[in-house]
């Protein structure tokens, strides 16, 4: 009886994970795609399934900029699913001025290390944010109320008229929000932050906005 329990536990676990990797895996099916095109015809096609080139031109960090960031999280992204698919699955990665964000929740401290190590080999990173949790997979319930979180705070930048919201990126892993992006002032920084603080179901708010005129920002 109890090997057949044991079993039974280890079964529900098993379809638990491929449930989470299912989700995972249509969150990601754009990026997956670009994955496996030629690195040359990969920012762009990112870029112009995800935002026009004008839209790009306008971000804070130029359009120059924009394709830089695409390419790198490619890479990354090849370097994850070429290494492990868990890697590729659980863990959400944000580029800003070769600024890398790896947020997620994985297996083990050594998943935890492997993926800021495949990060650190890709050319343009310039430095690497481990936000990752080590512990028990996210709930497939887990995963779609961070996806609503995300949403909600997204779309509270966007009406709100002292925030520029498309220098900034959001993550929601487990109730965790990570910032990302380029504020023109603090006051600008703030707002997003406290957008984020005052969305239901957020437990934590961690914040690596940088201000426009920060002289650790790339060419300042």
């Not at 690497?128 to 909600?152: C, F, Q, R, Y």
Request: glycine letters at 10%; hydrophobic letters at 40%.
């Amino acid at each position: 009886m109890s090997a057949r329990s044991g079993n039974e536990r280890h079964q529900t676990k098993t379809r638990g994970r491929h449930q989470k990797r299912s989700y995972g895996f249509f969150r990601n099916l754009v990026l997956a795609g670009v994955c496996i095109l030629p690195l040359s015809g990969c920012a762009s096609f990112v870029i112009g399934a995800g935002a026009t080139a004008g839209v790009a031109a306008f971000q804070e960090r130029g359009l120059d900029g924009a394709v830089s960031d695409t390419a790198i999280t490619a890479q990354i992204w090849q370097k994850f699913l070429a290494h492990d698919e868990n890697l590729f699955l659980d863990i959400e990665i944000e580029v800003v001025e070769g600024e890398v964000l790896l947020a997620g929740q994985v297996d083990s401290v050594a998943d935890e290390l492997e993926a800021v190590k495949l990060s650190w080999q890709v050319d343009g990173v310039r430095s690497v944010h481990n936000e990752m949790n080590v512990g028990s997979d996210l709930s497939l319930m887990d995963s779609a109320g961070d996806l609503v979180i995300t949403t909600k705070i997204k779309a509270s930048l966007m009406f709100d008229g002292d925030v520029f919201a498309i220098n900034f990126s959001v993550e929601t892993v487990n109730g965790t929000v990570h910032l990302m992006g380029i504020a023109q002032n603090e006051g600008e920084r703030n707002r997003v932050i406290a957008h984020a603080r005052e969305t239901s179901y957020v437990k934590r708010v961690v914040s690596h906005i940088r201000l426009k005129d920060d002289a650790n920002r790339r060419g300042t």
